[in-house]
Nanobody, 123 residues
């Protein structure tokens, strides 16, 4: 059974940086499409960024373009989200997702999810 485990969340001041990591447990995901979503209190789970199997294609939500960078290291089986110039509105629980067949910006396109890691940005 595939499990995804996020790490790297925490509390920072506005303008600061954090790097999130997502690693699988149970099987390799080097040939899976992968993504990050986030959910703020009282809101839907929103798309943040996605990356193709080889990392040659990426997509970002408009709200994070130019500030966040998604990447992956298939040899180590990890996916990263480098978050710079953080804003209070970036505060949310961040989830990693994976799917062997589907790539995109919709929650329904991903079959595997992590438990989430909290990111809090104070002003």
């Amino acid at each position: 059974q595939l499990m995804l485990i996020e790490s790297g969340g925490g509390s920072v001041q506005a303008g600061g940086s954090l790097r999130l990591s997502c690693a699988p447990s149970g099987r390799t995901v080097s040939n899976y499409f992968r993504a990050w979503f986030r959910q703020a209190p009282g809101r839907e789970r929103d798309f943040v960024a996605a990356i193709s199997r080889t990392g040659s294609m990426t997509e970002y939500a408009d709200s994070v373009k130019g500030r966040f960078t998604i990447s992956r290291d298939n040899a180590k089986n990890i996916m990263l989200l480098q978050m710079n110039s953080l804003k209070p509105e970036d505060t949310a629980v961040y989830y990693c997702a994976a799917d062997p067949l589907r790539f995109g910006t919709l929650k329904s396109q991903y079959g595997y999810w992590g438990q989430g890691t909290q990111v809090t940005v104070s002003s």
